[in-house]
């Protein structure tokens, strides 16, 4: 049974386009994070929290915004979706030690 | 800053060849160390880990030593499978529990 769960799998949108890409976990973790994933680049931490109603900036913030709402939920907000922003998005999951982190399975985004 | 390099892109192998996979990190702190596996279609996985000198890692036959006079961790299998073929990313652990990734490195295992 899956412990990070992310929808959508799939998401086309254009530019200038909302989008939220949503994260769950059942792993009773504190801590979350929002990575993009771009070859050539590796996977790129874009915000992070060590709890409900918590938000740390990462690496590549610019252009995104993120909410956690509880323990289990993750949402990373795009209110104005650009090309540059076409990517294989992954959500994970970690221990206050954040020595193992916890990947979902991705959300491919494309913008149009 | 933190960073982390892995030199090879694409390592080409055949059944039972000897793995070697090269990662360098920069010397600030004194960071834990990480590789992590990704199989097609699926999201990274911890692999293991190593957080002081001469500590050694090990995982599913691979295996890693930290070395700080050298800055590395390299990744080593003794004899690879057309099952471990993946990409493979080399990390280290920063202040606020922030991962930093390396480039990735693609092994590809023939049969």
């Known amino acids: 049974e899956a412990a990070v769960t992310q929808s959508p799998r799939n998401k086309v949108t254009v530019t200038g386009g909302n989008v939220t890409l949503s994260c769950r976990q059942t792993?009773?973790?504190?801590?979350m994070y929002w990575y993009r994933q771009d070859t050539g680049h590796g996977l790129r931490l874009i915000h992070y929290s060590y709890g409900a109603g918590n938000l740390q900036i990462g690496d590549v913030p610019d252009g995104y915004k993120a909410t956690r709402t509880t323990q289990e939920d993750f949402f990373l907000l795009l209110e104005l979706a650009s090309p540059s922003q076409t990517s294989l998005y992954f959500c994970?999951?970690?221990?206050?030690?954040?020595?193992?982190?916890?990947f979902g399975p991705g959300t491919r985004l494309t913008v149009l | 800053g933190d960073s982390v390099t892995q030199t090879e892109g694409q390592v080409a192998l055949s059944e039972e060849d000897f793995l070697t996979i090269h990662c360098n990190y920069s010397a600030s702190g004194y960071p834990a160390l990480f590789w992590y596996v990704q199989y097609p279609g699926e999201g990274p996985q911890f692999l293991f880990r190593?957080?002081?000198?001469?500590e050694k890692g090990s995982s599913r036959g691979f295996e890693a030593t930290y070395d700080k006079g050298t800055t590395s961790f390299h990744l080593r299998k003794a004899s690879v499978q057309e099952s471990d073929s993946a990409v493979y990313y080399c990390a280290r652990i920063n202040m606020g529990y922030k991962l930093t990734f390396g480039t990735g490195t693609s092994l590809l295992v023939d049969p």
């Open positions: 792993n009773s973790h504190n801590y």
């Open positions: 994970a999951s970690s221990d206050p030690l954040g020595y193992e982190q916890y």
């Open positions: 190593a957080s002081r000198d001469k």
